[in-house]
């Protein structure tokens, strides 16, 4: 089955490490996104990319770095500049690129906590 | 940036309709209506959008206002498994940013 991969579950992080959030898709979308998500809230947005070795910042893409080598993988490292990374982080795709209106796949999503 | 006003929650018992309303009276011509789901500790779920006309799909409808500063999404028989936050956000065309701006949502309770 198509779908969007995010590992691990849950990730724990040590006081200034840095992290590395899995996100692998096989929907043959160009676009894909991250967000992370606090207790009680909506989607922010981190960063996103509509093309392979491409991608731009979001809301909150402080203390955050990502890459896109790959169509299918879009992988998101938390560093140790950011100092509140305990939150749930949900990585998406779309079909085409961002000005298209079309839907959003959303992985189960990745908890990050620090130890 | 365009913005919704959704209530924080709202109640429904089991196999009645619910009417999930949200307000965008910022909204511009061009930007799509999307709702959108998420069950605890998961991934939001893709329910419907629309730009100007009323749209149905197995999940839900969705009722546009003529002046689209305002939509309805309605589930015609809700179930337990209905029970999730919904978002309703813009999906803003074109720019250097079309990503899609989430709030809290609704908090869609739904009893047996």
């Known amino acids: 089955d198509g779908g969007i991969t995010q590992s691990p579950k849950y990730l724990f992080r040590k006081e200034g490490q840095n992290v590395t959030l899995s996100c692998e898709q096989n929907l043959n979308h160009d676009a894909m996104y991250w967000y992370r998500q606090d207790p009680g809230q909506g989607l922010r947005l981190i960063y996103y990319?509509?093309?392979?070795?491409?991608?731009q910042k979001g809301d909150i893409a402080e203390g955050y770095s990502v890459s896109r080598e790959k169509k299918e993988s879009f992988p998101l490292t938390v560093t140790s500049a950011q100092k509140n990374p305990t939150a749930f982080y949900l990585c998406a795709s779309s079909i085409g690129g961002t000005g298209t209106p079309g839907k959003l796949f959303f992985g189960s999503g990745t908890q990050l906590s620090v130890l | 940036d365009a913005k919704t006003t959704q209530p924080n929650s709202m109640e429904s018992n089991e196999e009645e309709p619910v009417h999930l309303p949200c307000n965008h009276s910022?909204?511009?011509?061009?930007?799509?209506i999307h709702w959108y789901r998420q069950l605890p500790s998961q991934g939001p779920e893709y329910v419907i959008h629309g730009l100007t006309s009323n749209v149905n799909n197995r999940m839900a409808s969705l009722a546009i206002a003529e002046d689209r500063k305002s939509s309805t999404l309605i589930l015609h028989r809700a179930t337990l498994r209905d029970a999730a936050v919904y978002y309703c956000i813009l999906k803003i065309y074109g720019g250097s940013q079309g990503n899609l701006i989430f709030g809290k949502g609704t908090k869609l309770s739904v009893k047996p």
């Open positions: 910022t909204i511009s011509g061009t930007d799509y």
């Open positions: 990319s509509q093309i392979v070795n491409d991608f």
